[in-house]
């Protein structure tokens, strides 16, 4: 079948008429109004002839007029990859010859540079993707423009956006003209300025309405209106740039949801698995600080919804200020600017508070003021309770010898629970933050943050820095195998590694302690370092091209210890001559934090134990599954919850297109390269709202995290798995976490998009005394690789030269 009607084509052809074939065959299906048309099939495409008498025939029945030629391939409109640009249209096409022409433009289109990269950016195989091609009767418009059925700007979805212009909608589509912009919230509009009138935008929204109804999600509508003033549908794809939206509610209010995977420094989707764990035991965690939030899967994302303390008159009052410590400034700006909402207006009580939960706020009040006081009373008794209670949660977390079957291992990962632990651990790390944070207050008019992150530099007990050194000294004893791990690509010493044919090198040892550990770590779904330790491999290059020892990270990480203990002896005495209440009070929490700040990272580390049995229990029930047919891999049981293995396990029930429809949404997630700090339910991305920065002149402004200034060619990394930094470059991701902190070593600097002052990216590079910035927006996209930057630590800029 090489020509069929536009008529015939549907959504189950797509593999033969492309995507936007079959969209407008669906839309004339539903009634609307679709210049009509023929597509040539990628049938036609795949033998590489273009079928000319066919073609003809079809061309004479639409009456052999001018027509719109477009490219309808099999990787297009979808929900997504909309495709949109990256593939020709030809427009007043008239005649034979012409039509064959515009034909084979669409065709060749196929494989042009934009359309090769925008597969490549999304993992789109080139070889599976076949052309199809629309030929339409053509309209010629007075007006034409695209309507969204979400607005795409604030992902808001009660409003939808129109973006119009007289005469062709290339004109809008392509950018080359002023367009009027239009946003329609359901409100009639009783003015005709611009190229639409009211009449017009209301026959619009009613069309977006049906639309989005019919399909089932938002829609990118291309649209015309002729002399005769009727509106005809050239297009209708999902908007696949949309955030997704908060599960609902029903409720008349709007609540607020704030991402909290960036505290652990991670922004990738979290694996279905890995999200009911994670929900669990950060609400574990919050509970035991007194705060009660529901923490909800927004996109494979957490977030938690802060609605409740947002209205609640008592919690409302210090709700900024408790999200400095780990949730940064971007997520304080947009905490204020939704407090400032009337929507969020505080009620009478909270919605969800009562006896019970004040009673247990009060009991881990009083446990908090203990423990916290204990700590900083006798810091170094505090650390040793707390490093036996992680080695007793180590121990405790290895499985019974005796599980043998499915049923048994699903029954010990049930079965697993909170540890008793938990406040020999919490409050020392508390006591340490509080310690490190309260000063920059106490001493304000006496010393700058930048200085205050110079005493806190060089911080000693901290399990990341100690990994790090571990993996530096583990580099410099390399040898005669120097060369063999400069040469060889990380993956290809992973298999050598896994098979027992790498030469010793220490990479055992160095995973027995600390093959837990990974990027993404807290996901229960992702590889520990231990299954793949090609990131490791990757660093462990990285250092072999340090030839410089005072750049080596041991004489860096001491440089930065003893300018800590320097600049804390100064600025001690200068603020006891100025401010001697407040100096002493400074300094005690000061020294205080050096001693206990650095135990930041242990709860962490120490939580990866139980973490780490229960994914090695999961993948042996998984194997199982997989043995009995129920699982195509192991590894797919990561995208199940518990309930569902235990349906899988017990009675047989088949998850494979459960696992298989989780699994595309996950990849398609995992392409995507922002996260909201901050969603409504109606989907707005609050971000969005607040006033615009104004321009820069080449200087980049984010927050101050780590004091000092560098000057070097910067290094955007997306994943730290396969990076490649050379000694004295700039670092520049979206976020890190622990996992990412091997890099640290040779970076120069470190520039992220998101974090906070207190979180474990600025915290590490703090104590190797390298300049870091972090919540400067879009730095990732502004930023190249190899562009000459300079990072001012102390002033949060980033000077693009």
């Not at 009783?190 to 009613?206: I, V």
């Not at 929490?589 to 049995?613: D, I, Q, T, V, W």
């Not at 006033?691 to 004091?707: E, M």
């Amino acid at each position: 079948m090489h020509v069929i009607a536009l008529s015939e084509a549907t959504t189950q052809m797509l593999d033969l008429v492309g995507g936007k074939a079959a969209g407008l065959g669906e839309l004339i299906r539903r009634g609307e109004r679709v210049p009509e048309g023929f597509c040539v099939t990628t049938e036609a495409h795949r033998l590489g002839v273009i079928p000319t008498a066919e073609v003809v025939a079809a061309y004479e029945r639409l009456g052999a007029g001018p027509v719109a030629v477009r490219s309808s391939a099999t990787a297009e409109d979808l929900p997504d990859a909309s495709f949109a640009g990256q593939q020709d249209t030809v427009l007043n096409v008239t005649g034979t010859a012409e039509l064959i022409a515009a034909i084979e433009t669409c065709w060749d289109s196929l494989h042009s540079d934009r359309a090769t990269a925008y597969r490549d950016a999304r993992q789109i195989v080139h070889q599976t993707v076949r052309m199809a091609v629309v030929v339409q009767r053509m309209i010629t418009p007075t007006v034409a423009g695209v309507l969204f059925t979400a607005n795409p700007l604030t992902g808001r979805r009660d409003e939808m956006a129109v973006d119009a212009a007289a005469g062709l909608g290339t004109t809008v589509v392509d950018g080359a003209a002023t367009v009027d912009h239009y946003v329609l919230d359901g409100v009639p509009r009783d003015d005709d300025t611009g190229c639409l009138t009211s009449a017009h935008l209301a026959e619009l929204r009613a069309t977006g309405e049906r639309l989005q109804a019919h399909f089932g999600s938002p829609q990118d509508v291309e649209w015309a209106i002729d002399a005769d003033d009727v509106l005809w549908l050239l297009q209708s794809r999902p908007i696949t740039s949309l955030f997704p939206l908060p599960p609902r509610t029903g409720e008349p209010l709007p609540r607020v949801y704030l991402e909290f995977g960036h505290v652990q420094g991670m922004l990738q989707p979290v694996t279905p698995m890995g999200m009911s764990t994670l929900r669990t035991q950060i609400a574990a965690m919050l509970a035991a600080l007194g705060v009660r939030v529901d923490i909800v899967d927004i996109g494979g994302r957490l977030y938690g919804d802060l609605s409740d303390l947002a209205r609640d008159r008592s919690s409302r009052k210090r709700l900024v200020k408790l999200l400095a410590v780990d949730f940064g400034p971007r997520a304080q700006a947009v905490m204020q600017h939704v407090l400032a909402d009337p929507r969020f207006a505080p009620t009478s009580g909270g919605a969800r508070r009562g006896g019970a939960q004040g009673a247990a706020s009060l009991r881990t009040a009083g446990r908090a003021v203990v423990g916290i006081l204990r700590a900083l009373a006798r810091p170094e008794a505090a650390r040793t309770r707390m490093f036996e209670a992680i080695e007793q949660m180590r121990v405790r977390s290895a499985a019974p010898a005796d599980l043998r079957t499915a049923a048994d291992r699903l029954r010990f990962v049930q079965a697993q629970d909170s540890d008793d632990s938990a406040d020999a651990i919490m409050w020392p790390i508390v006591a340490g933050m509080l310690a490190a944070a309260l000063p920059t207050a106490l001493l304000k008019g006496v010393a700058g943050p930048d200085e205050i992150h110079t005493v806190l530099g060089g911080m000693p007990h901290n399990v990341t820095i100690e990994m790090d050194l571990a993996l530096w000294r583990l580099a410099q004893g390399a040898g005669n195998h120097r060369q063999l791990l400069l040469d060889t690509p990380p993956a290809e010493l992973t298999a050598r590694h896994l098979r027992g044919t790498l030469p010793d090198i220490g990479m055992t040892t160095f995973l027995d302690v600390y093959g837990h550990r990974g990027v993404a770590e807290v996901d229960l779904g992702v590889p520990r370092w231990a299954e793949d330790p090609t990131p490791v491999f990757a660093a462990v290059a990285n250092y072999l091209r340090v030839t410089d020892p005072r750049q080596g990270p041991d004489q860096r990480f001491q440089r930065a210890a003893t300018a800590a203990e320097a600049s804390l002896t100064a600025l001690v005495a200068r603020a006891r001559r100025r401010r001697p209440v407040r100096g002493r009070i400074a300094g005690f929490l000061l020294r205080r934090a050096r001693s206990l700040a650095g135990l930041r990272e242990a709860g962490k580390f120490a939580g990866l134990y139980p973490l780490r049995e229960t994914r090695r229990q999961l993948l042996l029930i998984g194997a199982d599954l997989h043995g009995s047919g129920l699982l195509d891999q192991p590894d797919d049981i990561m995208f199940l919850t518990l309930d569902e293995v235990h349906a899988a396990v017990h009675q047989g029930v088949d998850p494979r297109g459960t696992v298989t429809a989780r699994r595309a949404v996950h990849r398609r997630e995992l392409r995507r390269r922002t996260v909201p700090v901050a969603l409504l339910s109606d989907g707005t991305d609050v971000e969005t709202l607040l006033p615009a920065r104004p321009a820069g002149d080449g200087t980049l402004a984010g927050v101050g995290a780590s004091a000092g200034r560098v000057t070097g060619p910067a290094r955007v990394v997306h994943d730290p798995g396969t990076a490649h930094i050379e000694p004295g470059e700039v670092l520049v991701a979206t976020t890190t976490d622990p996992g990412w902190t091997p890099l640290f070593l040779t970076a120069a600097a470190l520039v992220t998009e998101t974090g906070a002052i207190m979180a474990h990216g600025p915290t590490v590079a703090r104590e190797y005394g390298i300049p870091a910035v972090i919540c400067v927006p879009d730095a990732t996209r502004t930023i190249s690789t190899g562009q000459l930057v300079t990072v001012d630590g102390g002033a949060g800029t980033i000077t693009v030269h």
